[in-house]
T-cell receptor, first 112, second 111 residues
Framework: EAQVTQNPRYLITVTGKKLTVTCSQN?????MSWYRQDPGLGLRQIYY???????DKGDVPEGYKVSRKEKRNFPLILESPSPNQTSLYFC???????????FGPGTRLTVL | GQQLNQSPQSMFIQEGEDVSMNCTSS?????WLWYKQDPGEGPVLLIA?????ELTSNGRLTAQFGITRKDSFLNISASIPSDVGIYFC???????????FGTGTRLKVLA
């Protein structure tokens, strides 16, 4: 089944403790992206990647890192999480950057 | 920067009624996408539009790419209880790989 998977689905952590949220797609898509979703603000793009080793900032990149060492994986790294990064995070992929994006199931992160 | 206004923010409708929602942009878009999100799930793509004036259907859903390229509309005919959820539009301008998302229309269907 073609899909985007994320892990973990739920995570509660404390301020400053580094964490990684994994994202994987099995559709051989070139483009992958991370979004955060907050009430009243909709989906905002954090980072995106056009292909392996090619990443770029979205609208809200501060406090996040990403890497794209393999085509199928696009992990989101929070080196020192803070409470304002409590949010619902979605990974998405598309065949190219201009075609429709397919979303993962989401990761709900709480930073205490 | 680019902004996307989606309306209405929420709506209650009776089962069987038709629903309309729209998104407008402050700038021209080359692509419009419409998604539905159920509680606790990721957005699911409903319809993708790539040309101005394009009208596309997916079952009871119909979406149109506005002729000005600054707006898009989604219609749901004969609504049913499982239509409940949040509907998002997303648009992409020319020369960018970034999609801008609307803030969503929350649809509630009264049986």
């Amino acid at each position: 089944e073609a899909q985007v998977t994320q892990n973990p689905r739920y995570l509660i952590t404390v301020t400053g403790k580094k964490l990684t949220v994994t994202c994987s797609q099995n559709m051989n898509h070139e483009y992958m992206s991370w979004y955060r979703q907050d009430p009243g603000l909709g989906l905002r793009q954090i980072y995106y990647s056009m292909n392996v080793e090619v990443t770029d900032k979205g609208d809200v990149p501060e406090g996040y890192k990403v890497s794209r060492k393999e085509k199928r994986n696009f992990p989101l790294i929070l080196e020192s999480p803070s409470p304002n990064q409590t949010s619902l995070y979605f990974c998405a992929s598309s065949l190219t950057g201009i075609t429709e994006q397919f979303f993962g199931p989401g990761t709900r992160l709480t930073v205490l | 920067g680019q902004q996307l206004n989606q309306s209405p923010q929420s709506m209650f409708i009776q089962e069987g009624e038709d629903v309309s929602m729209n998104c407008t942009s402050s700038s021209i878009f080359n692509t419009w996408l419409w998604y539905k999100q159920d509680p606790g799930e990721g957005p699911v793509l409903l319809i993708a539009l790539y040309k101005a004036g394009e009208l596309t259907s997916n079952g009871r859903l119909t979406a149109q790419f506005g002729i000005t390229r600054k707006d898009s509309f989604l219609n749901i005919s004969a609504s049913i209880p499982s239509d409940v959820g949040i509907y998002f539009c997303a648009g992409r301008g020319s020369g960018t790989y970034k999609y801008i998302f609307g803030t969503g229309t929350r649809l509630k269907v009264l049986a």
